[in-house]
């Protein structure tokens, strides 16, 4: 199956400063990836989709200039916190959006996630 | 908007028995559907997809669809305390290729 990897699984940081969190598709190409945020006991929010070679799309209410992305090849998607701040703190996954083969149909496949902690 | 929904449950069943996991969606043009299984603590991990009217079957798992009534449906077979988790349902009306989730059902196995 297909798989996709995030680094680093956890992180705790000092308010105010930056944090890059990486997605890896591993065996595929992926043009598309998405980043979602989880908050405990809630459902996933889509944060931003992001595409090889051209800026991401943010969903309403993501702040852009506070959640860089970077999609600059077609196996790697990166997600930096810029001046993280305590309310930050969450699980961040990301997925990858497999080609689906001839008559098949495309298909996300999620990373572990990144559990982020500002103190 | 775009709406899928789901019973937040949690539903319990025996271990053994059939677990009946229901979804449903509000744009008919909706083309592929898709069913995840969240641990809690861990990222979804993709168990079937469907897109053809009717029933596909994996294993223990079988997936129901009907988009004239628009709903999707995932059954377990022979439940496990393993199976217990959040199930997610997630519907993708093409175009976009940006599928919209449910918020999930959480699964009970009792032993």
């Known amino acids: 199956g297909a798989v996709v990897s995030q680094h680093p699984s956890w992180v705790i940081c000092k308010s105010g400063t930056s944090v890059k969190i990486e997605c890896r598709s591993l065996?595929?190409?992926?043009?598309?990836m998405f980043w979602y945020r989880q908050f405990p006991k809630q459902s996933l929010m889509l944060m931003a989709t992001?595409?090889?070679?051209?800026?991401?799309?943010?969903e309403q209410g993501v702040e852009k200039d506070k959640f860089l992305i970077n999609h600059a090849s077609l196996t790697l998607s990166t997600l930096t916190v810029t001046s993280a701040h305590p309310e930050d703190s969450s699980f961040y996954i990301c997925?990858?959006?497999?080609?689906?083969?001839?008559?098949?149909?495309?298909?996300?496949?999620f990373g572990p996630g990144t559990r982020l902690t500002v103190l | 908007q775009k709406e899928v929904e789901q019973n937040s449950g949690p539903l319990s069943v025996p271990e053994g028995a059939i677990a009946s996991l229901n979804c449903t969606y509000s744009d008919r043009g909706s083309q592929s559907f898709f069913w995840y299984r969240q641990y809690s603590g861990k990222s979804p991990e993709l168990i079937m997809f469907i897109y053809s009217n009717g029933d596909k079957e994996d294993g223990r798992f079988t997936a129901q669809l009907n988009k004239a009534s628009q709903y999707v449906s995932l059954l377990i077979r022979d439940s496990q305390p393993s199976d217990s988790a959040t199930y997610l349902c997630a519907v993708d009306s093409g175009g976009y290729q940006k599928v919209t989730f449910g918020t999930g059902t959480k699964l009970q196995v009792i032993p």
């Open positions: 992001s595409n090889e070679g051209s800026k991401a799309t943010y």
């Open positions: 997925s990858a959006l497999m080609p689906g083969l001839s008559g098949s149909t495309d298909t996300q496949y």
């Open positions: 065996d595929f190409q992926a043009t598309t």
